[in-house]
């Protein structure tokens, strides 16, 4: 984390955002706003629900979005779960028990609880809501219920969705975002974030991600290093790869501009680079 931040702020970087499986990691940002908050990073975190994290809470929520230790140190972020989720969990091949008790969102009806009280409290928060790792179809409805409910700032995971399902996720005002790990050889090794099974995602080519990222066009895309574990660079490194690919993939540096730097600013309403 601090290695991360020395290094963000060594090439100019404005911000960095950290994201755990296993707790809030807005107080990993307080600790290094604390230490390093001279050199003009503004590192932030926040709650991804998964089980070790308090699960699909919102009371797991409440706590987040009042935690820190001092102004600005609170959750930035509330993210669904990246691997409680049904869509992974069936992607996985894991048992029937094992699916039931993980997080989906039907075509029709109302959200399972307690997701409106959730969206409610990001609503009522103005945080970013991360849409974690859920299907496409899932994806779209969670976008329109969430807008409905007044949350205003949304990202959605979308390197393993259709163009389509981008096209109507950005026409409601939300976000796409693009990780350098669905790229990286990191695809190819077995590991867990969950317990003691092990598993692999499917690779994702550059040119099928350039044609993602058109879709939702450099106005609506996102992109992140998702970097910060032991088989990837270290992320601003990860980063500088991810820019160079997708430079020669076809985007243009002011469209690299926006979606690396403009974009995440404006979402996550990041503050001026200046010293504190």
């Known amino acids: ?21 296993f707790i809030n990691s807005a107080g990993y940002a307080a600790l290094a706003m604390r230490e390093l908050g001279d050199l003009g990073v503004d590192v932030f975190g926040g709650l991804i629900m998964e089980r070790l994290a308090g699960g699909v809470s919102a009371e797991a929520v409440r706590i987040a979005l009042r935690y820190g230790y001092g102004p600005g140190t609170a959750a930035r972020f509330i993210s669904l779960p990246t691997h409680h ?11 029937f028990g094992y699916i039931e008790a993980c997080l989906e969102i039907s075509e029709k009806g109302p959200l399972p609880d307690p997701l409106p009280e959730i969206l409610d409290l990001v609503s009522e928060s103005d945080v970013v809501l991360n849409t974690g790792h859920i299907s496409g179809p899932e994806a779209v409805r969670l976008v329109e219920e969430a807008k409905r409910r007044g949350v205003t700032r949304i990202l959605v995971p979308s390197a393993y969705y259709t163009p389509d399902e981008i096209k109507t996720i950005t026409a409601n005002g939300a976000f796409a975002e693009f990780s350098f790990y669905a790229l990286s050889h990191a695809t190819q090794v077995e590991f867990t974030h969950a317990d003691e099974e092990a598993h692999t995602i499917a690779a994702v080519s550059i040119a099928q991600m350039a044609e993602l990222v058109r879709a939702a066009t450099p106005e609506r895309a ?43 600013a404006e979402l996550f309403k990041v503050r001026e680079r200046v010293n504190t």
């Open 85 to 95: 989720t049904r869509n992974i969990a069936r992607y996985e091949g894991r048992s």
């Open 1 to 21: 984390m601090f290695q991360a931040t020395r290094e963000a702020a060594a090439v100019g970087m404005r911000a960095i955002g950290l994201m755990d499986n």
């Open 222 to 264: 996102i992109l992140s290093s998702d970097c910060g574990i032991f088989i990837l660079p270290p992320p601003v490194e990860g980063f500088r790869e991810f820019l160079l690919l997708m430079e020669g993939a076809g985007f243009n540096r002011r469209d690299l501009l926006s979606m690396a730097a403009e974009n995440p």
